[in-house]
């Protein structure tokens, strides 16, 4: 079986090039994928199942030229390489990069290629009292050289830590060497081409604000949020309607940090797996039995997770009780896969920014949009 995975993926290769990169690659019915940038496929598949050569090439979209430049772009063709590990290894041949340490302090400083933040404020409507309204805002960051052209990914973070939404771009935290601004890294890790580049929206969520629950929070991210995003940038969202939200649930990922990974849990998993697929858990859980449960009913329903990545600092008091979270999820929703689409990968640290930023980086590398 492995020796004809590789027979066949060499094969689609050199149509491929005989083609100049024109013509489509031809698999026989055990692959049956669309065109992929197969030059390292031939010594991935000889060590793996078929599954998982199947799932990989089907979701990778890149040209079949094979010299790229160091930022992933074809030097034939001018096409970027999306990346798609296959156990830990591209097909443009770029290994993980999944960090037990913290990243290094100079991917915060200011980079020549910089991405952009929009604020916006809007009055939404309170769930919890009709007829009236509450002030809020988020921020929208696109990365470097974002194309309107093409279509971006979303990463929605619940935030409002000491009231405000700016904790992963534009304010001021804390990290080992000085205060240093999340968007840097961003830009700098997208702007390299490290990670898959996508859109950031932060949202305005401080517990002490009036309205602040998970249902006012789904509601505003269906009602303001996604409409928003939908209208006024390239996203896989056709519009802000919920028909496109939900049909392009794979597209949209939520996450969030301490509290505010607790509202993650309550707000992301429990009310928005219709329009959402992805989720990252930095340094918190909340009321995990009820939550592992609804979405064992939701992946029944066709609404399974396609990706789950969770994050801890090492040396945090919490660590075992997320750690037993993420196993509890695990067990119990089929859709979620240890090793392969759940990820566990705690950072050494405390519970502190550098610790989240490096998990940011570890969960843009592996999620597979």
């Not at 916006?120 to 988020?138: E, F, H, Q």
Request: net charge negative; with cysteine.
């Amino acid at each position: 079986m492995r020796k004809n995975i590789t027979l066949i993926l060499a094969l689609s290769l050199m149509l491929a090039l005989s083609a100049c990169g024109t013509a489509s690659a031809e698999f026989s019915e055990e692959i049956d994928t669309a065109p992929v940038f197969a030059a390292n496929y031939e010594a991935i598949a000889a060590d793996h199942d078929v599954e998982v050569v199947r799932a990989r090439a089907n979701d990778v979209r890149v040209c079949l030229h094979e010299s790229h430049d160091e930022l992933g772009n074809c030097v034939n063709c001018g096409m970027q390489v999306k990346h798609d590990y296959v156990a830990g290894v591209c097909a443009c041949g770029r290994k993980l990069d999944i960090r037990e340490d913290p990243i290094p302090h100079d991917w915060f400083n200011e980079q020549e290629q910089q991405g952009h933040v929009e604020s916006i404020c809007y009055a939404a409507d309170l769930v919890a009292s009709p007829g009236k309204t509450r002030n809020t805002y988020m921020s929208v960051y696109t990365p470097p050289q974002y194309d309107s052209s093409k279509k971006y990914n979303v990463l929605l973070f619940i935030d409002g830590d000491y009231s405000r939404d700016a904790g992963w771009l534009t304010a001021k935290e804390w990290v080992p060497g000085g205060y240093v601004r999340g968007k840097n890294m961003f830009d700098h890790i997208m702007g390299q081409n490290l990670v898959d580049p996508c859109i950031i929206v932060t949202t305005f969520q401080a517990h002490e604000i009036v309205g602040s629950t998970p249902e006012q929070l789904s509601f505003e991210i269906r009602n303001y949020v996604l409409p928003y995003v939908a209208e006024n940038y390239s996203t896989y969202m056709a519009d802000g309607s919920y028909e496109a939200q939900c049909a392009a649930r794979e597209h949209l990922c939520i996450g969030g940090l301490s509290n505010y990974s607790m509202y993650m849990w309550r707000t992301g998993m429990m009310l928005c797996t219709d329009i959402c697929a992805n989720f990252i858990s930095l340094s918190g859980t909340s009321n995990v039995i009820n939550t592992v449960d609804h979405l064992h009913e939701e992946e029944l329903a066709g609404n399974g997770i396609r990706f789950f990545f969770m994050s801890v600092g090492t040396y945090e008091s919490r660590y075992s009780s997320d750690a037993n979270s993420f196993h509890k999820l695990v067990e119990v929703c089929d859709s979620a896969v240890d090793g392969e689409n759940a990820h566990f990968c705690p950072v050494n640290g405390q519970h502190e920014w550098i610790v989240w930023f490096t998990s940011a980086y570890n969960a843009l590398q592996l999620i597979q949009w």
